[in-house]
């Protein structure tokens, strides 16, 4: 009887203290959209296995976001590398990647400096999300568990570059795989959000604004607007039955929580968020 009456108490603790509660008072916390580059696509039909897109060309936006948490900073995602300032877009390759401006000096705007991050939460394993990562080497990485995995594969999968995450990969630095759903300063105000289907363990990221609301930044559970309708799966996709349940898990979220619903990569979302280096609060 004893024993019932323990168990029956751990679950009721275990209801009474969901990863998604809300948080009961609003913590302090703060957010900026930064430039991370832009993606010019030759042929936009490599979003659609159901032959969408077909003879379109598209440039696609990369952003980064930084979270003040009290007195934490978080990265989400570390955008195009460094490498590719000035760099002019290659008219003949699929994806045409371009720089104008690196994230340290976007955080020297606002008097951050990179080892201030704490944590590097990373959307997934792909070039134009980790390029500046090692920038932030003093910062605890936060990626989806199979993402991580996928960065030792060989050979390595499609837009996987291991590169600028050689600090957490050697073991130099802090590295913390996420598995499910993670509230990562535990009180329900930044989530990262199992969104699996681009790559096995993509994530994206809801952050509770004291004054904004909720926020949902996509990474790239889609790429573009019209993606929500056609329900383009792209054609390098790990897996297409996850994509589309990652797609509607986002949607619902979005809705059931009124958050302004973010994809990362399209140039319209920007101005969803106050232009840096103002930002959201
Ligand atoms: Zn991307």
């Known amino acids: 009887m004893k024993r019932i009456a323990t168990a029956l108490l751990a679950l009721t603790a275990a209801f009474a203290a969901p990863v998604h509660a809300a948080p009961n008072q609003t913590p302090d916390v703060e957010l900026w959209r930064l430039d991370c580059g832009q993606i010019t696509v030759r042929d936009l039909s490599v979003f659609s296995d159901t032959f969408a897109y077909a003879g379109l060309t598209r440039i696609l936006t990369d952003s980064c976001y930084l979270i003040r948490h009290g007195q934490d900073y978080m990265l989400w995602d570390s955008g195009l590398p460094a490498g590719l300032l000035g760099a002019k877009v290659d008219p003949s390759a699929m994806f045409g990647p371009t720089l104008k401006v ?51 594969h060989e050979p390595l999968p499609f837009a996987v570059d291991p590169a600028p995450l050689r600090p957490w990969l050697d073991g130099k630095a ?29 994530t994206a990221l809801l952050v509770r604004l004291p004054r904004t609301g909720a926020v949902l930044l996509s990474g790239d559970v889609v790429h573009f607007a019209e993606q929500w309708e056609k329900h383009g799966v792209p054609t390098f996709n790990a897996d297409r039955a996850d994509t ?38």
């Open 174 to 202: 802090k590295t913390d795989p996420v598995t499910g759903d993670r509230d990562v300063f535990g009180d329900g105000s930044v989530v990262m959000l199992a969104a699996p289907g681009h790559t096995p363990g993509e």
């Open 102 to 152: 690196d994230l340290p000096t976007q955080l020297a705007q606002i008097g951050v400096k990179p080892d201030q991050i704490r944590y590097l939460g990373l959307s997934h394993n792909h070039f134009d999300h980790t390029g500046q990562a090692a920038t932030f080497a003093k910062a605890t990485l936060l990626i989806g568990a199979a993402d991580l995995a996928a960065l030792k």
């Open 244 to 281: 589309l349940a990652s797609m509607a898990r986002l949607q619902a979220v979005a809705a059931e929580l009124k958050a302004t619903l973010i994809i990362q990569h399209e140039p319209a979302d920007i101005a969803k968020l106050p232009a840096f280096p103002k930002s959201a609060r």
